[in-house]
């Protein structure tokens, strides 16, 4: 547990430098592409101030225009106005006005997107116009509005610190300052323009940056997980192995301990002067003797599995016959350690069969049924043959299999660690052996079970 925590901290911790690395290393891009294209703009911004020269008037014709022929009214207007708040509605209305004009009947813009598209650059942005002084001139000059720090401000080269100074933002380029000295009115304003495309351009000219830091990201994520999920199967396996050699030790310390206990009995004055205990006493040896064999014979027949490819002696053999004969041979050997049902519809089928471990695949699920069940035990088998496969369900009301241990009973060495099931001895090897014949044969085992309903266990072979 702790080496699978330290893995999992250290992998964050190296995940989490990664895109932090990354990050740096984007913003930076970002930052760059940012003040490349800011460069850019605002040097084609003052190229197309420049060639305005002498027809500037010319981009602001319709303006002057509409300007000119209000303020003749207003001047008219503006003396016969005594009460100081209808004063100021009407200097906020004239306000209003040039700001309306301004905006929407200058050709400064159409100007400007013009002489971006023909120098090959992206010509969307939008305009935004900044009244710092209005005048309205008659008998008396009557001022309608003065930015606070108009009086600070002078004509400036530095349009990119001014822009920033005004606006606040790397976005927005100050294109030029103007003002207007006519017969009715004095008019400075700021025209700026935002780059509204900005964002996209970065993103294209960085999207093959991108693309590789999500994909390294991508990479690195899929190898911790593949790390990860090897360790975690290295650290199955390993508690698989321990509860194999636990179960084996106990399996084998079993008959060993009573062959010891059987050989001391002999010993005995009194039991070697009874013949009838000395004969149960060596059927005891010579049945302890056999089963142990058996247990060494298993782990053998394993570790040659394990080399070699599973070799099978197939014979063309009547699948319901041999059915039949299989379990009457476990009802005769077991008496009453279960009621069996049988139901087949196999029509005849035959199918190419090695009958020893044919026989073995079922009499190891029909001696699960009896051992795994803490009630009187009742077992259905049905079989028929479809589709060119035989198929045969084992079903029993034993203790059932957790949907988590239904993912690992057929593995080696494999024992369900959940409920009471260690009271039941084994090795873990009797669902592995059947899902080795199975497959040996070009089948395969499925098991479906519910905790405490029992289990249906299906076999498929082709025939």
């Known amino acids: 547990m702790q080496k699978r925590n330290t893995v999992l901290i250290l992998g964050i911790i190296a995940f989490a430098i990664m895109i932090i690395a990354q990050?740096?290393?984007?913003r930076g891009g970002w930052k760059q592409?940012?003040?490349m294209l800011y460069l850019r703009y605002r040097s084609l911004s003052q190229e197309a101030n420049i060639s305005l020269r002498g027809s500037r008037s010319m981009v602001f014709d319709t303006v002057n225009y509409l300007l000119d022929y209000y303020t003749e009214s207003v001047v008219k207007?503006?003396?016969k106005i005594t009460d100081d708040k209808e004063l100021e509605n009407k200097k906020e209305e004239i306000f209003e006005y040039f700001s309306t004009v301004l905006n929407k009947e200058q050709d400064l813009s159409q100007y400007l997107s013009e002489y971006f598209e023909n120098q090959g650059a992206e010509n969307e942005f939008t305009h935004r116009i900044v009244i710092t002084n209005l005048e309205i001139l008659g008998d008396d000059t009557l001022s309608i509005y003065r930015d606070p720090s108009f009086r600070e401000r002078r004509p400036s080269r530095d349009f990119e610190g001014l822009a920033h100074s005004l606006t606040g933002s790397t976005s927005t380029i100050l294109v030029n300052r103007f003002w207007f000295d006519r017969n009715n009115y004095a008019l400075n304003f700021n025209y700026f323009i935002d780059l509204t495309f900005k964002r996209s351009m970065i993103f294209r000219e960085l999207s093959a940056s991108l693309?590789?830091?999500i994909f390294s990201i991508l990479i690195v994520v899929m190898i911790f997980l593949y790390t990860y999920r090897n360790l975690m199967e290295e650290k199955r396996l390993?508690?698989?192995k321990t509860d194999f050699i636990n179960n084996m030790t106990h399996e084998l310390k079993t008959p060993l301990a009573t062959i010891t206990v059987a050989g001391k009995t002999l010993e005995m004055e009194r039991i070697r002067t009874d013949e009838s205990k000395i004969l149960d006493t060596a059927k005891l040896i010579g049945k302890q003797s056999v089963h142990?064999?058996?247990?060494?014979n298993m782990i053998l027949e394993i570790s040659m599995w394990e080399r070699t490819e599973f070799q099978l002696d197939k014979k063309k053999i009547d699948v319901e016959e041999i059915m039949n004969d299989i379990v009457f041979s476990f009802r005769t050997g077991c008496g009453d350690c279960a009621s069996l049902t049988e139901k087949y519809t196999f029509n005849g089928a035959k199918a190419d069969i090695d009958l020893v471990y044919f026989t073995t695949l079922i009499n190891n699920l029909l001696s699960n049924a009896v051992k795994y069940s803490e009630k009187e035990s009742v077992i259905n088998i049905e079989g028929e043959a479809d589709n060119n496969n035989i198929s045969i369900k084992i079903a029993d009301n034993g203790i059932g299999i957790s949907r988590s241990d239904q993912k690992h009973?057929?593995?080696k060495f494999y024992r369900?660690?959940?409920g009471n099931i260690h009271k039941y001895k084994g090795l873990g090897l009797g669902l592995y052996y059947v899902k080795k014949i199975a497959v040996a044969h070009g089948g395969d085992v499925t098991v479906n079970s519910k905790p405490g309903k029992g289990s249906i266990f299906t076999v498929t072979i082709p025939y």
């Not at 142990?292 to 060494?296: E, F, T």
């Open 23 to 26: 990050v740096i290393i984007i």
């Open 33 to 35: 592409v940012d003040e």
């Open 77 to 79: 207007e503006l003396p």
């Open 211 to 213: 693309g590789m830091s």
């Open 238 to 240: 390993s508690n698989l």
């Open 292 to 296: 142990l064999n058996q247990l060494i």
């Open 409 to 411: 009973v057929f593995d």
């Open 416 to 418: 369900a660690s959940s």
